[in-house]
Each structure stands twice: as C-alpha cells, then as structure tokens.
C-alpha cells in the first residue's frame, strides 16, 4: 500500500505535535511528613532547582509526592538529577507530567 506525500506529512506534523505538548517531572519521592517535604522543597530550591509538591497543598500524615520540573526536555532534568542527588540523596524518576491529570 503506499502512501501519500500529503499523508506523510499530515503524520508527521501529528507526531510533532504530540512531542510538543509533551513535558516531564522529576518525581524525588514521596513523604507522610509535612516537614520533611517543607524542608526538601526547600533545599532543592535553595540549590537552583524548581521544586513543587502534589498534592499543593502539604498536610502532617498526607502522603504528598516532591517533584521537580516541568521542562520540555528530558535532557535538561537529566542534568538536574545531579543536584537532585546532593540536595535528597536520591536520582529521582522522570516521568512525562500531564498538569491536567493533578486536578
């Protein structure tokens, strides 16, 4: 079966379209304990990194994830995840991070 020039490209702006709206988080764990998260977040910002928390809201006995990011290129939070390892001690994950989906 072939294909048209005019599919192919209706295809790939598709595929460019899916890949620009696509962002990512680091995800550098997971505290119950209000200060604990307070104090990473803050040490992860205090070391240049932009550090958030979700649910936004931290409450004492909560589970509540510390991430960082968003950014669009995987790449630059892999350069990141060498500060995240000196502030938490750990690597962190990343994941592709939709905003909606934390609503």
């Known amino acids: ?6 599919e192919i490209k209706q295809e790939n702006a598709q595929q460019t ?14 505290f119950s304990k209000a200060d604990n998260v307070n104090a990473l977040v803050a040490n992860l910002r205090a070391a240049g990194v932009k550090a958030f928390t979700v649910p936004e ?12 990011g968003p950014d669009i290129s995987r790449k630059s939070l892999e350069k990141q995840q060498k500060i995240i390892k000196q502030v938490a001690k750990t690597d962190g994950l990343i994941v592709r991070y939709d905003p909606l ?3």
């Open 1 to 6: 079966m072939k294909t048209s020039k005019q």
């Open 101 to 103: 989906a934390n609503q």
């Open 57 to 68: 809201k931290v409450v004492d006995g909560r589970l509540t994830r510390v991430v960082v």
């Open 17 to 30: 379209t899916t890949q620009a709206g696509t962002s990512y988080v680091v995800q550098v764990g997971s």
